[in-house]
C-alpha cells in the first residue's frame, strides 16, 4: 500500500498590539459594544481617506526582524478586492507586491530535534469585520469594531510535516510575538488566528500535491485536529482512485470534520493594484535600525540563559519562560535573592524556581502582554531571604505568604507581628525535645532497636509542640544526641 506524507504551509494572522486601527483613529480594545468603535474610514464610507497608523508599521517591522526577515525600506499597500458582509469596502487593504518584510524563518524544537520552518513573507493588512450567524432568525449580523484593525500575516513555505509539527510551530510562533511586543496572542479574542494549507503526495516524492486551504482556526488544538481529519480525508480520496480537489474549507470542532466552501482563489482573482489613497511608505536607515533595536531576548535564548546562569532544569526554564512577565519577575525575584542572601545567582535562582511553581504560580494572572502577581518580586525574595537567614523556616514561609498577599504586609512585618520567628536557641530546642523522647517510650525502644524510619515521628512531634518554629536543622541534632542515650 503507498504510504504518503503531508506537506503543510500556514499562514498566521496576528493582531497588532496598537491602540488604534490601521487607517483610523478607532480603538481596537476587545470586548466593546457591537459597532461602537467605527468612523467612516474604517466603515469604507464615500470621501473618508485612509491614513497608516505608524505604531502598527513599526511593530510589524519589529516582527520582521525578530524572524529573521529582510524588511523592505519601500513598501506598498495594495487593494485586494472581494465581496463579503464583512468588508465595508469590497475590497481589504493589504500588501502584495511589496511586503514589508521578505524570507526569514523560525527555528522550531521538536521532541526528535529541530527543524527549520522558512518563511515566504510577512505582510501587513486590515482585518475584516465579524460576523456572527443567528440559528433561531437566520440572520446574519455584523460588528465592524474589529474592521481596520492591523494584522501581519505570516506565511510560511511548505516545510511542516505533520499536525504535531504544526502545532509546535504556532506555539512557538505566538511565543515570539508575545516576547517581542508584537502581538498578545490571544486565541480566545481572536488575535492569533491561522489558515492551513496541507497536501499529500507519495512518501519520497518531490512533486507537490494539490493544495487544500482550511480557514480561521483558533485554537491550537483545533489546527491538529484540523489537519489529522484532512490528511485522513485526502489519502481516503486517492486510495478510492479519486483526486482531491482543490478548494477552501471551514472546520466544524464540534463536528470534527471539514466542509467545502467554495473553490480555492488564486491573487489574479483579487484583482490586486495599488491603493491609490496610500502612497508607498519609504523607510530610512536609521528607522529600520531603531526597529531592529526594538527586538528583545527572545523565547529560545531566554530559557537558554535560565537553564545556564538560574540553575534552573529545562522544564523549569520552559515554565517560568513561558510568559515574558512572568519570566521578568522571576529573574528579577532570583536577583534580589542572590543580592540580600549573599548566594550565587545559580543557587538563588533554583530556590526562585522552585517557590514560584510550588507556591505561587497558581495566583498568577496571565493576560495578553500584561501579568498579575499576588506579591511583588522584591517581597518574594525579601520572604525567602528570611529563610536562608535561619530567622523562619520552609514551613513557616509557605504560611507567611499568603498573608503577604491578602494583607499587603513585608515578610519580616508578618513574622514580627504573628511571633513567627524561628526558634534556635538550643536550650528551647533541648528541652523541646527532652518532652517529646519522654511522652514517647515505645518508639524510642522502637529507634533503639534499629527502626529508623521512626526518627521522623520524633521530628515531627517536636515542630508540633514548637508550632512549626523551632530549628530542624537544630531539632535533628538534638534527636539524634539524646536518642543515642541509653
Not at 123 to 144: M, N, Q, R, Y
Request: glycine residues 8%; proline residues 5%.
Amino acid at each position: 500500500m503507498t504510504r504518503f506524507e503531508a506537506v503543510i504551509g500556514l499562514e498566521v494572522h496576528a493582531q497588532l498590539s496598537t491602540r488604534t486601527k490601521l487607517f483610523c483613529g478607532c480603538s481596537t480594545a476587545y470586548g466593546a459594544a457591537p459597532n461602537t468603535q467605527v468612523c467612516p474610514t474604517c466603515l469604507g464610507l464615500p470621501g473618508a481617506l485612509p491614513a497608516p497608523n505608524a505604531a502598527a508599521i513599526a511593530l510589524a517591522a519589529r516582527a520582521g526582524f525578530a524572524l529573521g526577515c529582510t524588511v523592505a525600506r519601500q513598501t506598498r499597500f495594495d487593494r485586494k478586492s472581494y465581496f463579503y458582509p464583512d468588508l465595508p469596502k469590497g475590497y481589504q487593504i493589504s500588501q502584495l507586491a511589496l511586503p514589508l518584510n521578505e524570507g526569514g524563518g523560525l527555528t522550531v524544537q521538536l521532541p526528535e530535534g529541530e527543524r527549520r520552518v522558512r518563511l515566504t513573507r510577512i505582510h501587513v493588512e486590515e482585518d475584516a469585520a465579524k460576523s456572527a450567524h443567528d440559528a433561531a432568525s437566520g440572520a446574519t449580523l455584523v460588528d465592524f469594531n474589529r474592521a481596520g484593525v492591523p494584522l501581519v500575516e505570516i506565511v510560511s513555505e511548505p516545510d511542516l510535516r505533520s499536525p504535531d509539527e504544526a502545532e509546535a510551530y504556532l506555539r512557538q510562533l505566538r511565543d515570539v510575538l508575545l516576547f517581542a511586543g508584537v502581538s498578545d496572542g490571544n486565541l480566545e479574542e481572536g488575535s492569533f488566528r491561522c489558515d492551513a494549507n496541507v497536501s499529500i503526495r507519495p512518501l519520497g516524492s518531490e512533486t507537490l500535491g494539490t493544495r487544500v486551504e482550511l480557514k480561521n482556526i483558533n485554537s491550537f488544538r483545533f489546527v491538529r485536529d484540523a489537519l489529522a481529519y484532512e490528511i485522513r480525508r485526502q489519502e481516503a480520496v486517492v486510495r478510492g482512485g479519486g483526486e482531491v480537489v482543490r478548494e477552501t474549507r471551514s472546520w466544524n470542532p464540534e463536528r470534527g470534520e471539514s466542509a467545502s466552501m467554495r473553490g480555492k482563489e488564486d491573487a489574479e482573482d483579487y484583482r490586486y493594484f495599488p491603493d491609490p489613497d496610500l502612497p508607498p511608505l519609504a523607510l530610512d536607515d536609521a528607522w529600520l535600525a531603531a526597529r531592529e533595536a526594538e527586538v528583545p531576548e527572545l523565547p529560545t535564548a531566554l530559557r537558554a540563559r535560565f537553564a545556564r546562569d538560574l540553575g534552573m532544569t529545562a522544564e523549569d526554564a520552559r515554565v517560568l519562560g513561558a510568559h515574558p512577565a512572568l519570566a521578568r519577575y522571576v529573574e528579577d525575584a532570583a536577583r534580589t535573592l542572590a543580592a540580600e542572601a549573599d548566594l550565587p545567582l545559580g543557587a538563588a535562582g533554583k530556590k526562585m524556581a522552585n517557590v514560584v511553581q510550588a507556591e505561587l504560580l497558581r495566583d498568577v494572572t496571565l493576560h495578553g502582554h500584561e501579568a498579575s502577581f499576588p506579591v511583588s518580586a522584591a517581597a518574594l525574595a525579601a520572604l525567602l531571604a528570611l529563610v536562608e537567614a535561619g530567622t523562619i523556616n520552609g514551613k513557616i514561609a509557605k504560611a507567611v505568604l499568603p498573608v503577604m498577599r491578602d494583607e499587603g504586609l513585608t515578610a519580616a512585618a508578618v513574622v514580627a507581628r504573628d511571633g513567627l520567628a524561628q526558634v534556635s536557641d538550643t536550650g528551647a530546642i533541648d528541652a523541646l525535645v527532652a518532652e517529646v523522647v519522654a511522652a514517647h517510650p515505645a518508639q524510642v525502644a522502637q529507634y533503639r532497636s534499629g527502626k529508623r524510619a521512626v526518627f521522623g515521628f520524633f521530628m515531627g512531634q517536636v515542630m508540633k509542640r514548637s508550632q512549626g518554629k523551632a530549628n530542624p536543622g537544630a531539632v535533628k541534632e538534638a534527636l539524634t544526641a539524646q536518642l543515642a542515650q541509653e
